[in-house]
């Protein structure tokens, strides 16, 4: 095979000329080809054999037509009619075998080439027969008419026997060159025809080998497409494997980032985002759910890190999540917020939110309570849980868990342990600080509020020294609201600037301006620190007092011991001190409730504290230590000291006897209006010692 694919090979490229032919032909692809030629030669075949006889019986026709005929004349042709009953046969054969075999085996290829060459070449030699028995005769008539016949059966072969090159050569070379030789050597030569003839075949050899050159080229070029098509499937299919893998890939690569970004590297769980994602995600997926979220807060976290190791505090933190997870379905979202808090969202339908909650409380308690031995330590592990519900609300997911996260902290104040806390309370808290938020912004506009005046007693004169100021609220939508809840909702949210400055005008108005109340009698206003940092306050005092008419001496402002925190202290104790240049007088409200003061109470200048009434009313042996010690301080500082809360005579003369300055409280008057606005009002005791 390879010699002879080398042979053709080299004719291939020889007749394919350059750009096809050279390196782009490899020896198998010379194979196919030949397989190919050999297929279209047999094909050819019937053709050939057929045009062959057709040819030979009528040249023999012709002869006898003539008279021409002779014996070997019919020898001839039953030899020509032979050679072409086994060339039909060998095609029927070869196409017999081709039907079942695809591609043939090299040693079957050369086999049917040998066959058909021979075959063909017998029927070319059978023409040279002719020729060497026609040509040189005598008779004109014969030997032209041979000559046309072989002249035609050659301009027949260059055509139907172009797949096979050597044959085709070999066949025009027989039916051309014996009569061109015999014409040149005959007894009277025909040069001119003889030089015709060959001059016919050198024609006809050109035309063959450019026709055997166009099929060669052909099929090259089929199987290079075949090839590339072949090869272009294949790079597809290894292209779309790629790329399915590419994609894969680059979904397994998202997961794991989406892993990295919405998980906890420590525990596993979720962390925040992956908190907020599952949330938003089945929000998404089921709009009827609804959602409630445990805040879950380990107790005593602190001493198991600090105490034992950061490494044992890490281990209890991923058993616990671990412990979790344990009893988690689709409904639970399992989240690390931070530290030892952790996070667990519910989602159920309305109906079996609540069962839910408790279900998986239980199920919490009994799964991290048992006792989680590391290394040689055996540890109990429990948690304040806080719990948020956003069933009828609708609530985002960092509400619902600011709500848990406060219900928690209400847990630990009240003594932490493994109690849960729903957060009804909060959340009502919660709706309720918001409308007396709404409400308060209109409250000064629509006038709802006024003043109650609570007189200070002077423990030596018995004479009410001072008129203390409270707020009230009378709200045409919520009702009276206290001032200790509606104080700090103001204070938080800055109203308390303009309500106080409303106050403590309408507040030194009316003193002034009452006939009844003495003119040494001050007015004690409540101020919140929020005022007092305030650019300006201390200039919007001395506008009301200038407003009113008040003397600065009259006036009193009551501050609480918070002034006294490093952030703002130097700010107030300069606000302070100009206002007590001024002779406004600075009291401590609620003094022993807050900031631990006693040693700096030096730092701002200021008149007199107020012992908090809740040691008064508890007036128990502690309650006495503190009383005792403030009014120690307090006069070692210069400051007068005033007891409030007072509700009995008994009280009253503990407090006389501890040395007290003045008194404020039930027992002397409930906070009411001033005598000048009511007739009715009167104190209840005077002291008169
Ligand atoms: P506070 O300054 O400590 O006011 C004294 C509170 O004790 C008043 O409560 C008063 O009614 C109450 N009280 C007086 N005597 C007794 C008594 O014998 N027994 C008991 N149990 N309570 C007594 P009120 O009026 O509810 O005021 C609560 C708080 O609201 C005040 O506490 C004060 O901190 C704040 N507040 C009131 N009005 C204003 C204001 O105009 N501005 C500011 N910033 N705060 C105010
Ligand atoms: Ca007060
Ligand atoms: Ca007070």
Redesign the pocket.
Known sequence: MENNANLVSRIGKRVLGPGIGGALISDELIGRVQRDLLDLAYSNNWANVLVNLAASASLVGALWVLGALNLMNVIWLLVVAMVCVVRLWGGYLFHRARAVVDEMKDEEFRRWRLRYRMSAISNALMWSVIALLEIPTENNETQFLTMIVLAGMAGGATGILAPAFLVGRVYLVCLILPPAIILAVMAEPNLILSGLALVFLMVMLVTHRNNHAVLFRSFVLKHQNQALVEDLTQKNRITENWNATLETRVAQRTEELRNLVEHDALTGILNRDGIVAWFEEKKRLDATLEYAVLFIDLDRFKQINDGLSHAIGDEVLRVVSTRLGSFADDRHALGRWGGDEFLMVLAAPHEELHDLVEITITQAQKAVSAPINIVGHTLHVGFSTGVAFASGHNPGISELIHWADLAAAEVKRSGRGSVHNYDRMLLLEQERRLSVTQALRRALDADEFHIEY?PVIDAQTGRIIVY????RWQSALLGSV???EF?PIAEESAL?VEI?EW?MGAACKTIQECGEVSDDTKIA????IRQIVMPNFAEMVARVLADTGLAADRLVL?VTESIFEKRQMNQIAKVLGKLHGMGVEIYI??FGTGYSSLSRLHEIRMDAVKID?SFI?AMDDNARVVIEAAIQIAHRFGLRVIA????TKDHRCELEAMGVDAY????FAR?GVLPCEDQHWQISEVSNT
Do not use: H, M, R, W
């Not at 206003?525 to 919140?528: D, R, Y």
């Not at 409030?644 to 509700?647: A, S, Y």
């Not at 404020?664 to 027992?667: E, I, T």
């Open positions: 609570q203390e100021a409270l707020l206290p001032p200790d104080i308390i106080g106050c206003i409540n101020v919140s009551e409200d609620d009434k009313l409030e809360g007072i509700e404020q409280g039930y027992f906070p």
